[in-house]
């Protein structure tokens, strides 16, 4: 299972470590180093690594037991030899019903502040419908209109790009880019974690329209054109909550491809136990402090900025939200809406030729700096250059998987 460790010299009593069968462990991994240190004895550097389990997400049974991995010689990639445990019980008896979980999200539920400067608002999804968002089909050239509740959207399948959606065709096209706070709510997603010893509380953002990037080298702020522009986005965030004591653990901030889990002591909090989501200006990438954060090369000062900032533009998902989804509860216990099933696109493919911007910027800088700089281009997640419409919540590899990080 691990090591033990003790404060005196003398062996561990053997009524301190216990036996467990097998079929009662799983495979994990080393997650997050704890302490490197080099010894004074020798040439191998010591490390100590935290671990997880290596099967997560929904349907992961690995059960997390707050062991920890330490070598001088292993490197990252190599199988470990030690396990967790597994949770063997299907039906996840800790999990909250949904009593319990309205009552953890009016506990927990976080207020998202977007950016004083912010354009690009979120709405409903049934604003956005009501307001003219068109479907369109392939090899068609007009769009159809959506139902409110997207029950005429093709649902089930695959990303086929057969559809997607688009903003309105008419003068309310503009309008709606700009999203309607009023009627902003989060789309919660309920899931088990850690083999059912967690509950993740997974919060959907939807927004209209996804503003253009802000490229900063070194002191200088370029506003992009239209890289990072793209029709419609969802972005969320996730808590963890403990299934044993109630607790928030924690909270996941998806960042455009990636993200960060943050412990709750290092979060902020308003009114108790609710805690502060920034969103970033245009993109909407969730951060938990407010300030500019580089997507790129610290070092060279090179990147995309995501700024974060308190604001009078703001959701209270402790009220504001919809429950969407919550597998584990059986079926008809949570009636998931049309849209959700709708597995497509919602936006169109962006056609514009972002290299030419690119090197507009590229052919300003000193030389010392034009190499680095295209090499991080290079880098850049795939929808900063918008050019395929994003999918929605359920096609995503969080909604069955666990979080990247």
């Known amino acids: 299972m691990g090591f033990v460790v003790t404060n005196k010299p003398d062996k561990p009593e053997l009524e301190e470590v216990r036996c467990v069968r097998a079929d009662l462990t799983d495979k994990c991994e080393a997650y997050h180093l704890i302490l490197g240190t080099n010894s004074k004895f020798t040439k191998l550097p010591f490390r100590v690594w935290n671990t997880r389990p290596s099967h997560r997400g929904m349907l992961g049974k690995g059960v997390s037991v707050g062991t ?4 001088s010689y292993w490197s990252s990639g190599e199988e470990l030899h030690i396990v967790c445990l597994k949770n063997l019980n299907p039906t996840l008896h800790a999990m909250p019903n949904l009593d319990q979980i309205h ?22 999804v049934s604003w956005f419908f009501k307001n003219g968002a068109l479907l369109y089909k ?67 953002v939807f927004c209209p329209f996804n503003g253009p990037a802000t490229l900063k080298v070194g002191i ?14 969802w972005e969320h965030f996730t808590l963890r909550v ?52 580089i997507q790129g090369s610290a070092k060279l000062g090179v990147g995309v900025r995501n700024d974060a900032a308190r604001s009078n533009y703001y959701v209270d998902s402790s009220i ?11 079926e ?43 090499n991080i281009f290079g880098k850049f997640p795939v929808e900063l250059y918008g050019e395929e419409g994003p999918t929605g919540p359920k096609e995503k590899n969080n909604w069955v998987g666990d979080e990247r990080s």
């Open 68 to 71: 920890f991995f330490c070598s």
């Open 220 to 233: 200088m702020n370029l506003s992009l054109s239209k890289i990072g522009q793209h029709v419609c986005d």
């Open 242 to 293: 403990s299934n044993f004591t109630g607790e928030l653990w924690s909270i996941y901030f998806s960042q455009h491809s990636g993200g960060e889990w943050v412990d709750a002591f290092d979060l902020e909090f308003i009114g108790g136990n609710k805690s502060i989501v920034y969103s970033s200006k245009s993109g909407h990438a969730s951060f938990p402090h407010p300030g500019s954060y």
């Open 103 to 124: 009552a953890l999200i009016r506990h927990y539920g976080p207020t998202i502040f977007f950016h004083p400067d912010e354009v690009y608002l979120p709405s409903s």
């Open 332 to 374: 008809g216990v949570v009636s998931e809406p049309c849209w959700l099933q709708y597995m497509r696109e919602w936006g169109p493919t962006m056609v514009y030729e972002s290299r030419t911007e690119l090197d507009k910027i590229i052919s300003l800088l000193p030389l010392m700096l034009k190499y680095p700089v295209e």
């Open 138 to 204: 392939s090899g068609e050239l007009v769009g159809q209109t959506i139902d409110t509740g997207g029950s005429n959207l093709p649902g089930g399948g695959t990303n086929d790009r057969e559809y997607w959606i688009d903003l309105p065709s008419d003068n309310r096209r503009e309008r709606v880019k700009h999203g309607n706070l009023e009627s902003a709510e989060l789309y919660v997603h309920l899931k088990p974690a850690l083999g059912g010893t967690f509950t993740d509380i997974a919060m959907w």
């Open 320 to 330: 504001q939200y919809e429950i969407i989804a919550a597998e584990y509860l059986g």
